[in-house]
């Protein structure tokens, strides 16, 4: 199993952001995906996370309410939008998959994503 991660990039204060992870293939390690995000000195944090059955999104306090995690079924694609984009959301964001929301054995590499102004 392997995971893409696609996305990043600069954005300034009050933007929006994409990113998207694909799955090599859909098999029971990759029921669940996240999105963890670690910003320098800071320690790796849940952001977000989807299970591809029964429905459910999860997320973290600091995004909720301006994050949309959405699925693409045909491309095996999990995306998480991020809209109204602080200075403390820059970190390296990476998508995990496993078996549950709290047991990740599969990461993909990490995506920049910098807000500044």
């Known amino acids: 199993v392997q995971l893409q991660a696609s996305g990043g990039g600069s954005v300034q204060p009050g933007g929006s952001l994409k990113l998207s992870c694909t799955v090599s293939e859909r098999t029971p390690r990759t029921s669940a995906v996240a999105w963890f995000r670690q910003a320098p000195g800071r320690e790796r944090e849940f952001v977000g996370g989807?299970?591809?059955?029964?429905?459910?999104?999860y997320y973290a306090d600091s995004v909720k309410g301006r994050s949309t995690i959405s699925i693409d079924d045909a491309k095996n694609t999990v995306s998480l939008q991020v809209n109204g984009l602080k200075s403390e959301d820059s970190a390296v964001y990476y998508c995990a998959s496993g078996l549950t929301l709290s047991n990740f054995s599969t990461w993909g590499q990490g995506t920049l994503v910098t807000v500044s102004s």
């Open positions: 989807m299970t591809w059955t029964g429905g459910m999104r």
